[in-house]
């Protein structure tokens, strides 16, 4: 094993048992309570891991499947969901203790700024404004910043991995591709979704979109859409014409398949079920997420008409002469 794959192995694991880490410390900062560190617990299969992939495989991750991505959202997603339940379930009395903390931040800033009227009022303004900006996104956006490194961690740590047996670096390109979109996709889904919980909905809700959210990351270590598809080398003299033709038409078209289970039933057909539950069912509409639920529902009928054609072509091919 060269350096290099040594060092990206090793530098990968160790920032997402980092983010990990992060993640329950701010679990165990929320909830007041030291048993969380248990939590940490759930890194133990990731260094396993590591050390048996270093021995066994020199540190090379696998085609279809990536136990260190698997392994690593196993370590994390507890976390987000423990963060997510506890800020949905006191959403109402954190706004409250919000408005009195930024309230008192209000009154002490207006004492220290007292004694200098004298000054330009508009430094004054802008200055009040910028802490108490600064107050609130440092109380506010840690969840947030979870998703967003999370998902951007993902795409990294899976570059960064030492390429595994029989994919190919343009195969690699093409799945990080894949991943780009498939982050925003899901970030977007996340954060607006969860907005537009209610506070006499929540608890159902929450479960849903969560549980949702949990499937779709099944996407990250699971690479069959991007690396199914090979050319095979069929011997014709063995074959008949009419079964050689067949089996190389869905030969090139498995990555086509794979897609469209994956957008059917892990991706934009679970996230259309959920939107339409919050539009339907709790009556809660505006404009963007009547937008996204009509972008998923395209998508969906866009893959099922692509799978009538793969099946069509793949019918003809085996009744032509």
């Known amino acids: 094993m060269s350096p290099f794959s040594f060092l990206s192995a090793i530098i990968t694991r160790a920032l997402f048992i980092l983010l990990s880490l992060v993640a329950v410390w701010r679990v165990i900062w ?14 133990l299969p990731l260094v396993v891991e590591m050390i048996i992939t270093l021995r066994k495989r020199k540190g090379l991750d696998y085609k279809w499947f990536s ?18 339940l506890h800020h949905q379930q006191n959403r109402e009395q954190d706004g409250k203790v919000a408005k009195a903390r930024n309230h008192n931040v209000s009154a002490q800033l207006n004492s220290f700024f007292t004694g200098s009227q004298r000054q330009v009022g508009s430094v004054n303004t802008t ?3 910028w802490l108490q900006n600064i107050y609130k996104i440092c109380k506010d956006s840690w969840i947030l ?54 506070r006499e909905n929540s608890r159902e809700l929450v479960y849903v979109i969560l549980g949702v959210w949990t499937w779709s990351m099944l996407q990250f270590p699971c690479h069959l859409s991007a690396c199914y598809s090979q050319r095979h080398t069929v011997c014709p003299r063995t074959l008949s014409k ?47 997420l009547v937008f996204f639920a009509f972008k998923n529902f395209l998508v969906v009928i866009l893959n099922v008409y692509r799978l009538y054609i793969l099946y069509h072509d793949f019918k003809s091919s085996v009744h032509s002469p």
Do not use: C
Request: proline share 4%; charged share 10%.
């Open 127 to 129: 200055a009040k404004s």
């Open 30 to 43: 929320v909830k007041k309570h030291p048993y969380y560190w248990l939590l940490t617990l759930l890194f």
């Open 67 to 84: 136990p260190t991505i698997f392994l690593f959202l196993i370590s994390i997603i507890p976390s987000i969901w423990i963060l997510e």
């Open 242 to 288: 009419t079964f050689l033709l067949a089996f190389n038409n869905y030969s090139y078209s498995s990555t086509d398949l794979w897609s469209i289970v994956e957008t059917l039933f892990i991706h934009d057909g679970p996230f259309l079920v959920v939107r339409l539950i919050v539009m339907i069912h709790f009556g809660t509409f505006h404009q963007m």
């Open 145 to 198: 910043a979870l998703h967003q490194i999370l998902l951007i961690l993902l795409i990294i740590g899976k570059w960064l991995l030492p390429l595994g047996g029989g994919i190919t670096r343009d195969q690699l390109s093409q799945l990080l591709l894949i991943f780009v979109g498939t982050a925003a996709d899901i970030l977007e889904f996340n954060s607006e979704t969860l907005g537009d919980v209610n």
